[in-house]
């Protein structure tokens, strides 16, 4: 399933076609595209997206300019909060839940900012055998989760459980409570969707 603004670019892209796009256009759709597929990697990614590529490059777009833009910009306080939370990982579930939690005194303790941390749930979810990722950012009465599936088990389900929602394997949710109530609640329902998950009945 598409994200909202792939979603919007596409349609663009599709109702004026590439000959009524311009660069300046063309820069931001790619840019969206290349995002929201996770460099052309997630199961979103399609026969159009592709497309979209292609004509990019045609009009003279540089794509490794932006991919080194967007990818390989990471500030050094991003680089330290990494450091800091990979070294606190979770392993649950025979390792194929993976969960980490953030607050805003580790954030300020590298002078960083809430920009430093996305796709840190992406990241992890690369890890070998690891096929859902869960951050938890406590925020002093509230929770924000962010959950990410490798394509095995669908997310959204459990993040509606609490409150929040997204796509199959990409979901969040903001839930009020105190952060060790939510943190069992959240990996309860994990543990239990995993540890009972059929593959032959799951859709």
Avoid at 64 to 75: A, G, L, P, T, V
Avoid at 110 to 139: C, H, K, P, S, W
Wanted: with cysteine; aromatic share 10%.
């Amino acid at each position: 399933m598409l994200l909202q603004w792939e979603k919007f670019s596409i349609h663009i892209f599709s109702s004026l076609g590439s000959d009524i796009i311009d660069k300046e256009m063309m820069l931001g759709i790619y840019s969206a595209v290349l995002t929201d597929t996770g460099s052309f990697r997630f199961s979103n990614t399609n026969q159009l997206s592709h497309e979209i590529a292609v004509d990019a490059i045609k009009m003279g777009i540089n794509i490794s300019e932006i991919y080194q833009n967007i990818y390989e910009n990471s500030s050094v306080s991003r680089i330290k909060l990494l450091g800091n939370v990979i070294q606190k990982l979770n392993f649950d579930c025979n390792g194929e839940l993976l969960w980490f939690s953030l607050n805003n005194d580790m954030v300020k303790e590298v002078d960083g900012t809430n920009q430093d941390f996305d796709g840190f749930t992406d990241f992890f979810r690369g890890i070998q055998g690891v096929e859902i990722a869960l951050m938890l950012y406590d925020l002093k009465g509230k929770v924000r989760l962010s959950f990410r599936s490798k394509g095995k088990y669908k997310v959204n389900n459990v993040a509606k459980k609490m409150g929040g929602g997204g796509h199959p394997f990409a979901a969040a949710a903001l839930v009020d409570g105190e952060f060790s109530d939510v943190k069992s609640t959240v990996l309860g329902l994990l543990s239990t969707y995993i540890n009972n998950y059929d593959e032959d009945t799951s859709s």
